[in-house]
């Protein structure tokens, strides 16, 4: 990244910051009035042309104005920022928000909640995976359509319950047989060993034309599947990006808002935010998906102790405040782990 002087610096400064608050291209003569640099407009106009050859500053084609591109964030992110301290009140608010006697579900929940609150933008939180999760027993139960209803106890006594779209039909006999053999097969073990022996022993049952035996796999694999994907992440406040969006963004945001049905995308990314130390930002596409092109994540992981536990953020316009929204977001994260390890 090339060095920039310090006028140029500070004009950028100035405008990044001007185009947050205000949302607006921003016109060389209001850029000259707000940088309190003793400097002509022609040589702001010049210092303008000089970032938007660089890749820090675009013209919108509407408009006299300039907007600061991914790359103008990130330099002013990384260089020019000057993060403020928490507010008395966000601070007061995560205290009673993350009291340690709730339980890790609820402080998850809260986390994701006061994020949002307090920087206008969308919370998330991955959810803490327990250590190990046991299949002690799984049970189908047939519903209308094809669908089957699948109990599954985990550990000592957590009871999610799925509803499972069969690939062939089965008879209510029939799957009652289904969920004896897989609770005889794996009952005791780790799901994700579960998981692996199943994948497996399908394509083994495949090879031996057993149809049935494939069946009663396919239905456990559904279900263990939709449990470790079932509510990964805590997603709250997206109604904050709405309220932030123009007409034109509600298409990047419609796709946003799909990447959040899906999780995929959004649990990949945390999943590498998970292995860093400390405050990650990604400004547009450097999260490495086209649907974050127009919006930045800021994360930062929370512990258990010394075990890491997951990782919480915000998503948000590249527009946003950002010496206001990284200390929120390091503060929450440092409460959260407290909470967690009391």
Same mark, same amino acid.
């Given at each position: ?190 799901? &994700? ?6 994948? *497996? =022993?399908?394509?083994? %049952?495949?090879? $031996?034309?057993?149809?049935? #035996? !494939? ?30 969006? &123009? ?6 945001? *419609? =796709?946003?808002?799909? %990447?959040?049905? $899906?999780?995929?995308?959004? #649990? !990949? ?74």
């Amino acid at each position: 990244m090339e060095a920039l002087s310090p006028r140029a610096s500070s004009l950028l400064k100035t405008l990044v910051e001007m185009h947050i608050r205000e949302g607006q291209p921003v016109a060389s003569k209001n850029l000259q009035g707000q940088s309190g640099l003793a400097v002509s407009s022609a040589t702001v106009r010049n210092i303008m042309s000089e970032l938007e050859d660089l890749g820090y500053l675009a013209s919108p084609h509407t408009s006299a104005g300039r907007v600061p591109t991914a790359q103008g964030y990130r330099f002013f992110v990384d260089s020019l920022l000057q993060v403020g301290p928490v507010e008395e009140g966000a601070v007061s608010a995560l205290h009673a928000g993350l009291d340690p006697n709730r339980s890790a579900g609820e402080l998850v929940q809260s986390a994701s909640n006061l994020l949002a609150q307090m920087t206008y933008q969308t919370g998330i939180v991955t959810v803490p995976k327990p250590a190990a999760s046991q299949l002690r027993q799984i049970e189908f139960l047939p519903l209308s359509g094809d669908r089957v209803l699948v109990i599954l106890v985990i550990n000592e006594r957590e009871v999610q319950n799925r509803i499972v779209q069969m690939q062939r039909p089965m008879s209510e006999e029939q799957l009652r047989t289904a969920a004896d053999l897989i609770n005889q097969r794996y009952a005791g073990n780790d799901l &994700s060993e579960v998981k692996s022996h199943i994948v *497996r =022993e399908m394509s083994e %049952a495949r090879a $031996r034309i057993d149809h049935y #035996l !494939e069946a009663a796999l396919e239905l456990a694999q559904a279900a263990i599947d939709a449990d470790q994907e079932s509510e990964n992440v805590v997603v709250a406040g997206e109604a904050s990006l709405l309220n932030q969006a &123009s007409p034109e963004d509600m298409q990047k945001l *419609r =796709e946003l808002f799909d %990447a959040f049905e $899906r999780k995929r995308d959004l #649990l !990949e990314l945390l999943e590498r935010c998970s292995h860093a130390d400390g405050i990650q930002i990604f400004i547009g596409e450097e999260a490495g998906f086209d649907v974050f092109g127009d919006f930045s994540v800021i994360t930062a992981p929370y512990a258990q102790g010394s075990q890491s536990l997951g990782v919480l953020g915000v998503i948000g316009p590249t527009r946003m405040a950002y010496e206001r929204v990284i200390p929120i977001v390091d503060v929450t994260a440092r409460m959260l782990s407290a909470a967690l390890s009391k």
